[in-house]
Nanobody, 125 residues
Framework: QVQLVESGGGLVQTGGSLRLSCTAS????????MAWYRQAPGKQRELVAR???????NYADSVKGRFTISRDSTDRAVFLQMNSLGPEDTAVYYC???????????????????WGQGIQVTVSS
């Protein structure tokens, strides 16, 4: 019911920047929170940044001051601007969207949490 497409990952040197994008589509009625998570090899998935519908944001302590999350005016895309990248930022990054979706012809809504397929970010030292 919700499809998420991520882009913008890749290989960058220490100190460099990348901008991740995630676009949501499907039978979406409204989107609540949009977030980015990451999972490094051998580690648990962790929250990187989250942006709520009222544009309130929160960040993991490890990325504060370096990463910026934003949503576009259509409220169907979320971005993660990553600056001053270091090897510790190497991970697979996942887009996560919490939304109300239309589930039937009656217009009934259901709250769902959807995940993108993940995109690799590698920072070389």
């Amino acid at each position: 019911q919700v499809q998420l497409v991520e882009s913008g990952g890749g290989l960058v040197q220490t100190g460099g920047s990348l901008r991740l994008s995630c676009t949501a589509s499907g039978t979406i009625f409204s989107i609540d929170a949009m977030a980015w998570y990451r999972q490094a090899p051998g580690k648990q998935r962790e929250l990187v940044a989250r942006c709520f519908s009222e544009r309130r944001t929160n960040y993991a302590d490890s990325v504060k001051g370096r990463f910026t999350i934003s949503r576009d005016s259509t409220d169907r895309a979320v971005f993660l601007q990553m600056n001053s990248l270091g090897p510790e930022d190497t991970a697979v990054y996942y887009c996560n969207v919490d939304s109300y979706v239309v589930t039937s012809n009656s217009g009934a809504l259901r709250y769902v949490s959807s995940w993108g397929q993940g995109i690799q970010v590698t920072v070389s030292s």
